[in-house]
């Protein structure tokens, strides 16, 4: 079993930065590959971007490529979410999900994910 806590959201003018983090509990986070997802008011969760179990493949949605970097590391048992210039757009909870042991990075979607973190709150004003 994996536990999922996200931090490093907040409140952030339209081009700036923020970094976000998943700290993985349990032994397993290291075989599983991650999925980020954000949930925007009134919206469905979406899609924002997966990173294979070593780290060697990440995978993006259109919508946040070029600006947003996905990245792991396993003896520290956390998975990042580095995002730069930032659009109000980009408003909304984060959340990291544990996909499948030994598994590549793919667009995943959130009915398959295993586990789930309780998100973390990103505001972007204009």
């Known amino acids: 079993q994996v536990q999922l806590v996200e931090s490093g959201g907040g409140l952030v003018q339209a081009g700036g930065s923020l970094r976000l983090s998943c700290a993985a509990s349990g032994r397993t986070f290291a075989s599983y590959s991650m999925g980020w997802f954000r949930q925007a008011p009134g919206k469905e969760r979406e899609f924002v971007a997966a990173?294979?179990?070593?780290?060697?493949?990440?995978v993006y949605a259109d919508s946040v490529k070029g600006r947003f970097t996905t990245s792991r590391d396993n003896a520290k048992n956390t998975l990042y979410l580095q995002m730069n210039s930032l659009k109000p757009e980009d408003t909304a909870n984060y959340y990291c999900?544990?996909?499948?042991?030994?598994?590549?990075?793919?667009?995943?979607?959130?009915?398959?994910?295993?586990?789930w973190g309780k998100g973390t709150l990103v505001t972007v004003s204009s």
């Open positions: 990173i294979s179990w070593s780290g060697a493949g990440t």
């Open positions: 999900a544990a996909d499948r042991p030994w598994g590549g990075a793919v667009y995943m979607a959130p009915s398959g994910m295993d586990y």
